[in-house]
């Protein structure tokens, strides 16, 4: 059974950081792309930034690019985000992803599996 478990979320003031973690388990995590998602009330979920299971590749969206930066650490089998610099508009439920495919992945689109998200409120 795949299980994709996010924390670290939390309420911070803008400027401050965060790091969230998504811990995996029941799939092969070296050989998988993973991803961070968000969903804010009454939008819809958009893509943040994700990471390929080939080393160095990595996908920004433009609103988090130089702030967000995305790791993983197959030891763990796990992906990190941490966030610098947070805006009142980075609130949102952070979701971790996976899939096969980094480049379908970055679409938002062939998702395997999903996480259960995590709040992050960022106060102006």
């Known amino acids: 059974q795949v299980q994709l478990r996010e924390s670290g979320g939390g309420l911070v003031q803008a400027g401050g950081s965060l790091r969230l973690s998504c811990a995996t388990s029941g799939l092969t995590f070296s050989r998988y792309a993973m991803g961070w998602f968000r969903q804010a009330p009454g939008k819809e979920r958009e893509v943040v930034s994700t990471?390929?299971?080939?080393?160095?590749?990595?996908y920004y969206a433009d609103s988090v690019k130089g702030r967000f930066t995305i790791s993983r650490d197959n030891a763990k089998n796990t992906v990190f985000l941490q966030m610098n610099i947070l805006l009142p508009e980075d609130t949102a439920v952070y979701y971790c992803a996976t899939g096969t495919n980094h480049a379908t992945l970055r679409t938002g689109t062939r998702i395997a599996y999903w996480g259960q998200g995590t709040q992050v409120t960022v106060t102006s």
């Open positions: 990471i390929n299971w080939v080393p160095g590749v990595t």
